[in-house]
């Protein structure tokens, strides 16, 4: 069954960078997509970004477009998300899912526990 980690949260400020790492135990073999989705106080949860298994296609929600980036390391079977030029907005608890695909969130089977990423001065 798989599982996944996400890692590499932290308070970071306005401008700054991070990285966030989901590593998974198991195949993905039965999954379309990876995706990043986040969730701030009081809000839903969002889509981020998304990774398409088949044809390794990358897709990014319009607030983020540009400053972060989708990857993944076959070897190491982990999905990253760099951020980049960080705002206030971006705060939130970050999510990987493996799933069908798409930006809504029940469509997403296997999700991770989650990390907090704080940006502010």
């Known amino acids: 069954q798989l599982q996944l980690v996400e890692s590499g949260g932290g308070l970071v400020q306005p401008g700054g960078s991070l990285r966030l790492s989901c590593a998974a135990s198991?195949?993905?073999?039965?999954?379309?997509?990876i995706a990043w989705f986040r969730q701030a106080p009081g809000k839903e949860r969002e889509g981020v970004s998304i990774?398409?298994?088949?044809?390794?296609?990358?897709y990014y929600a319009d607030s983020v477009l540009g400053r972060f980036t989708i990857s993944r390391d076959n070897a190491k079977n982990t999905v990253y998300l760099q951020m980049n030029s960080l705002e206030p907005e971006d705060t939130a608890v970050y999510y990987c899912?493996?799933?069908?695909?798409?930006?809504?969130?029940?469509?997403?089977?296997?999700w991770g526990q989650g990390t907090q990423v704080t940006v502010s001065s």
């Open positions: 899912a493996a799933g069908l695909g798409g930006w809504v969130a029940h469509w997403y089977d296997v």
């Open positions: 990774l398409n298994i088949i044809d390794r296609n990358t």
């Open positions: 198991g195949s993905t073999s039965n999954y379309y997509a």
